[in-house]
């Protein structure tokens, strides 16, 4: 019958039909091999042998039926051959056959959340969870790139992967993203903005774009006085240097 079929659709079935070159006074059995990438009693069904009666007529046929699922997956196949004929023979040695069967489910939306909103550098809340979650679960891996930007540098003040996967069966995952608490500088505090750059076997539900804000904990560094000489005059040493000396580099305009 028809070489191509839906999973779950009007056209979800199709023969498979057995013919002799001529009649035959005995009953002819047609044994079955099934292969491909689709999985019998999961995917499609379809029985393993073939009867013709005998005497008329020349030809049988048993129906391969798909069956549906909610996942989106690849399109696939089953491969059909001629094991063993009894009371006949296999023509030409190769009567092989392959039926796709079309997956008919959407692909799935993803989301991003994240969890804490604001981190600190050294105390507190110091690490958030970046999740990706999926409409359905998918039969596919889908992996979400994710781009940062923001005021934040990668590595310097935080640490989060570029990219997530969703495994085949499984609608969500989280990954850390960490404050560095080792970070000497007393600075503004930072932000680090994250966003969907691609995702595979998946689609980006709208705009995903969050935010997550990182707390500066590093004290102010101390300032010293000094200066030069402590005695001028009017005449003869007339000038001193006065020079203010912070005790840590910042990265703020002291």
């Known amino acids: 019958g028809a070489a191509n079929i839906g999973e779950s659709t009007a056209t979800s079935v199709t023969t498979v039909t057995a013919t002799l070159s ?5 009953i002819v059995t047609v044994t079955l091999s ?3 990438t689709a999985i019998e009693n999961t995917d499609y069904q379809l029985e393993g042998t073939i009867t013709l009666p005998a005497g008329t007529p020349i030809s049988a046929s048993i129906t ?3 069956i549906g699922d909610l996942f989106d997956e690849f399109d696939e196949t089953v491969i059909i ?3 063993v004929v009894a009371n006949g023979t296999e023509k030409d040695g190769l009567q092989q056959k392959t039926v796709t069967i079309i997956d008919d489910d959407a692909t799935p939306t993803v989301t991003l959340s994240v969890g804490e909103t604001t981190l600190e550098e050294k ?9 990706v979650t999926l409409s359905a679960k998918s039969n596919l891996n889908v992996t979400v790139e994710l781009a940062k930007s923001g005021t934040a540098t990668n590595i310097t003040d935080y640490t989060l992967a570029d990219s997530i996967v969703i495994l ?7 990954t ?3 404050a560095v608490n080792d970070d000497p500088l007393d600075e503004v505090d930072e932000a680090v903005t994250i966003d969907m750059s691609n995702v595979t076997n998946g689609t980006e539900f709208e705009t995903q774009q969050r935010t997550v804000n990182i707390i500066d904990k590093t004290d102010p560094p101390v300032v010293t006085l000094t200066t030069g000489v402590t005695s ?14 912070i005790a840590a580099v910042s990265a703020k305009t002291v």
């Open 22 to 26: 001529a009649v035959s006074e005995k």
């Open 34 to 36: 099934k292969g491909g």
């Open 64 to 66: 391969l039926s798909a």
């Open 81 to 83: 051959d001629i094991t």
């Open 123 to 131: 105390t507190g809340t110091t690490s958030t969870l970046v999740t």
């Open 168 to 174: 085949a069966g499984t609608q969500s995952v989280a």
């Open 176 to 178: 850390a993203l960490a």
């Open 232 to 245: 001028i005059s009017e005449t003869g040493t007339t000038t001193t240097q006065v020079t203010a000396t």
